[in-house]
């Protein structure tokens, strides 16, 4: 299973393909079978004026991101691991830090 | 500081539009992102892992309070209230909009700020010696020279598609105190004429700059420059970017050959429309007269007194004041490294409140160092401790400039695309662990440089104790350098030991240290030349814990 | 989504955004020039690669009526340097560049001295002329007519 995930153009806010569409949540972010994502993945790269550099993570049966990716991953969904920003986007999605391992 | 007439102003204008007009392009689709990426990239904007990230020029590291306060409204109207300064003393915004970046552009130019060149394979900024003018063992001042360098650079036709990136940098004191050897491009300027080194740098193939050239005359100085930037130009490698900054030409074709096609190559422009006549670099210079210093008396007794009712002020006044050329003033050294903080963060309402000081006690004058504080270079020390006072309120006072816990770092991982590994964090905990001031002074000296990934942007080659984090199947490691250098005796650090994990970091470090107070010959000698003398492999056991 | 402006097929257009036709000039690659032109009569265009060192043809610079300058990428320079050194070294005929010509490398493939492009553009004659006046200001000498600031600045046109 796989994430699609990207950066918006306008804003390079980083986005992750859900069942409704792109969003700013991980925790929304749809786990898609390989041959949905690889399709999905090629349809995006198109899509230029919208999104940048779409790209796949592969999962581990947790859900959570491959090792090799997850420290990266984690960063991305929860914003930085310290500093000001610390919590940020947990706290505007209402939820805990996402991809916990 | 220089001021810009008609047509530098017509410049950036016609900047600001040439990229708001690349940005429209790409918005609507007739410019594809690879078309668009460079062109975002020569103005300073990449794509990182939040958002777009903003790198915008301070020249030569200098900056008017009215440009530091700009910088923090830019901070609270189109980012998260915070920018960092880097190693090459720019100042990076970490949640920019595409969209807003015209706007941005347009707000910076009403000060005479850009983002120009701040990345892409193009001449980047031309970094100095952030004493200049006010310290003892300098020459003559280089910023005129930066200046010069910086218009020529600008959007220069022929060296805007370089097989890589393009750094410069000139110090013209005794001390090098802008690590010129480590450097695409160094120039030493000294009552001769300049030193031209060539093919210094760091990432994956580290290197120091050799000299090709001596006594250059400053009259000479673009068109030198043009010859090694053409050489460079046309026969640096292009089939692979790891293989394409002028070191590795430099490497391959051996200096003196590289020297010899330069010169070749020198001797068949035309120097008088190369190079200015010596009226524009004089009318440069017009612009960085030394200020009209205050003759306040400096009352030794009265700030004894304060040092002694206020220990924390003495150890600021030890540890972050260097002497000035004037022997009533001394350059002041504000440190963005509090401990356990993120190392060259300022909030917006430290950067006003660093823009105040530099009004009322600096003569209008902040400079960004390569080690991400932020020089007052001329302060009455009359004024030290009303200084000192407001500072530390904005908890801008750490007394740790050049110690243990003034760690040079990057953003690493929690921020950038390129990353293999967090680097603050760890930086953040190794602070944490020298935080006794007493142990941290009694150490003294020793510079801690940090990357999260071979790229280097926290000069990990040329710390004391240089740290690299690495990538093992998504666990981050970090390598661990001793005995770099990023002085005028430059040096390359070298691995010593295997990776660790984040958590071993700290105590590698501590014990590292802890063997230097033991093993030093007295208190007076340094870390580094305590290294030097006994050798790395004295050290190297320290980083692993005793079995 | 407007198509990206470089989908459209490349037209041949001079600096002044005439769309130029077949020149008929015969075109020879690098190495055959090198190794001919010496004793060849009449003019001909040479085609010159970014590796290609231009300086091996100025010995025949009067049998060249057009150097073809590639740029096999937008990102690859080597072509500004080829330019440049060839007008530097007094060379009158067309500087043409082709390959990977995009609008907004125009700017400054003029202050090289090109005067011809094969450009992939929605609208090239306008880009061509529009691209001259990109900026108003040009802080160091290249191989065209404009004055550096420096030089204004001398003759206080500040």
Redesign the interface.
């Known amino acids: 299973m796989k994430l699609l995930t990207a950066?918006r153009?306008?804003?390079?806010?980083?986005i992750w393909y859900a069942a409704e569409g792109w969003v700013e949540d991980a925790a929304h972010a749809a786990r898609l079978d390989d041959a949905a994502a690889e399709a999905l993945q090629k349809e995006w790269t198109q899509?230029?004026?919208e999104v940048?550099?779409p790209y796949l993570v592969p999962l581990r049966d947790n859900g959570s991101p491959?090792?090799?990716?997850?420290?990266?991953e984690f960063?991305?969904a929860n914003?930085?691991?310290?500093?000001?920003?610390r919590d940020?986007l947990a706290r505007a999605f209402a939820r805990q830090d996402v991809f916990e391992d | 500081m220089y001021q810009y007439d008609a047509f530098d102003h017509a410049f950036i204008r016609d900047r600001v539009a040439d990229f708001s007009d690349q940005v429209a392009r790409r918005l609507s689709g007739e410019l594809t992102e690879d078309q668009f990426k460079p062109l975002r990239l020569m103005n300073g904007l990449y794509l990182q892992l939040h958002a777009y990230m903003l790198r915008i020029a301070i020249p030569y590291g200098l900056l008017a309070p009215r440009q530091m306060r700009r910088f923090a409204h830019i901070a609270r109207t189109y980012d998260r209230g915070f920018g960092h300064f880097t190693t090459r003393t720019n100042l990076q915004f970490h949640w920019i909009k595409l969209a807003e970046t015209p706007q941005i552009l347009t707000e910076l130019a009403e000060v005479e700020m850009h983002s120009l060149q701040t990345s892409g394979n193009c001449i980047r900024n031309t970094t100095s010696d952030h004493f200049a003018a006010a310290a003892k063992d300098e020459f003559e001042d280089p910023r005129p020279w930066c200046e010069l360098i910086r218009q020529w650079s600008s959007n220069h036709p022929e060296f805007s598609f370089l097989p890589r990136k393009f750094k410069i940098a000139i110090t013209a004191a005794v001390k090098d105190r802008a690590a010129i050897r480590l450097h695409d491009i160094g120039l030493h300027l000294t009552p001769q004429g300049f030193d031209v080194y060539v093919g210094g740098g760091m990432g994956r193939t580290p290197a120091l700059a050799h000299c090709i050239r001596r006594g250059l005359p400053g009259s000479r100085l673009l068109g030198y420059l043009e010859a090694c930037l053409r050489v460079y130009n046309r026969y640096g490698r292009r089939d692979n970017s790891f293989k394409a900054r002028i070191k590795i030409l430099v490497n391959a074709l051996g200096p003196d050959e590289y020297k010899r096609q330069v010169e070749a190559e020198w001797a068949t422009m035309d120097a008088s429309r190369i190079d200015p006549p010596s009226d524009e670099i004089e009318r440069i210079r017009a612009f960085f007269p030394l200020p009209d210093l205050s003759d306040a008396a400096f009352d030794a007794a009265a700030h004894a007194r304060a040092e002694t009712a206020d220990p924390g002020f003495a150890r600021w006044v030890k540890n972050n004041t260097h002497p000035h050329k004037r022997d009533n003033h001394v350059s002041v050294t504000i440190s963005l490294k509090p401990i356990g903080g993120t190392p060259g963060d300022a909030s917006a309402d430290q950067m006003d409140v660093m823009a105040d000081m530099a009004e009322t006690y600096g003569y209008n004058e902040l400079r960004i160092t390569h080690e991400q504080n932020v020089v007052l270079p001329h302060v009455a020390r009359a004024d030290l401790y009303a200084l000192y006072r407001r500072l530390d309120a904005a908890g801008l006072g750490t007394a740790n400039a050049g110690k243990i816990t003034d760690i040079i770092c990057c953003p690493g991982l929690d921020y950038c695309s390129l990353a293999n590994a967090r680097s603050i964090p760890l930086a953040q905990e190794i602070s944490r662990r020298f935080e006794d001031a007493r142990l941290s002074d009694k150490i003294g000296d020793l510079q801690i440089k940090m990357s999260g990934c071979i790229n280097a942007c926290g000069h990990h080659h040329v710390g004391h104790i240089g740290i690299l984090g690495v990538d093992k199947q998504g666990v981050e490691f970090y390598q661990i350098l001793l005995g770099g250098r990023a002085d005028e005796k430059a040096a390359l650090g070298v691995i010593t030991g295997k990776g660790l994990p984040a958590e071993a970091v700290p105590g590698a470090v501590e014990r590292v240290a802890q063997l230097y107070l033991k093993l030093r010959k007295d208190d007076n000698e340094p870390f580094i030349d305590t290294l030097e003398r006994l050798g790395r492999e004295a050290f190297a056991e320290a980083l692993h814990e005793p079995a | 989504m407007s198509r990206p402006n470089s989908s459209y097929e490349p037209q041949l257009v001079n600096r002044a955004g005439d769309v130029l036709g077949d020149d008929g000039i015969e075109t020879l690659d690098f190495d055959r020039a090198v190794a001919e032109l010496d004793g060849l009569n009449g003019s001909y265009a040479v085609r010159v690669e970014p590796a290609q060192d231009v300086r091996e043809l100025l010995p025949y610079l009067e049998h060249i009526a057009r150097f073809d300058i590639v740029f096999p990428g937008y990102r690859d320079g080597r072509g500004y340097s080829s330019a440049r050194i060839l007008r530097d070294a007094g060379y009158k005929g067309a500087l043409r560049a082709v390959g990977d010509v995009l609008r907004d490398q125009v700017f400054i493939m003029l202050r090289c001295g090109f005067d011809e492009f094969l450009l992939k553009d929605r609208t090239p004659s306008e880009t061509v002329v529009a691209a001259a006046k990109r900026y108003s200001v040009t802080y160091q000498s290249a191989a065209d007519a404009a004055t550096p600031v420096w030089a204004l600045r001398r003759a206080g046109a500040a």
């Not at chain 1, 491959?66 to 420290?71: G, I, S, T």
């Not at chain 1, 914003?79 to 000001?84: E, V």
């Open positions: 950066n153009l306008s804003d390079g806010v980083t899509r230029e004026t940048v550099a491959v090792q090799r990716e997850h420290v990266r960063v991305r914003g930085p691991t310290t500093g000001p920003t940020a």
